[in-house]
Nanobody, 122 residues
């Protein structure tokens, strides 16, 4: 069973930057879309940014202008470059793969990573 593995979280000061990455743990056939979500303590999980296989992106208004999502289709990885971080960006960040196909004949399924914590504090 494949898993999504996130990396890059940590502690950063306000105004700083972090780059999150996410990759499947094993070989897969394709992923239709990939996204980053976040969940702050006591709040619901929310979409931060998403990207399709053809590169179309979508951002939450809180992320526009500060965050950039990108993907490497050859390796089925997705990254989130976060700049000008604010304390309100503090959350656990989750990677999601939409329509992941293990084999060419497989149905697409959605997968979640286990999350990587981001803390923005001085």
């Amino acid at each position: 069973q494949v898993q999504l593995v996130e990396s890059g979280g940590g502690l950063v000061q306000p105004g700083g930057s972090l780059r999150l990455s996410c990759a499947p743990s094993g070989r897969i056939f394709s992923i239709r879309a990939m996204a980053w979500y976040r969940q702050a303590p006591g709040k619901q999980r929310e979409l931060v940014a998403s990207i399709t296989s053809d590169g179309s992106t979508n951002y939450d208004k809180s992320a526009k202008g500060r965050f950039t999502i990108s993907r490497d289709n050859a390796n089925n990885t997705v990254s989130l470059q976060m700049n000008s971080l604010k304390p309100e960006d503090t959350a656990v960040y989750y990677c999601k793969a939409v329509g992941l196909r293990l084999w060419s004949y497989s149905y697409g399924m959605d997968y979640w990573g286990k999350g990587t914590p981001v803390t923005v504090s001085s």
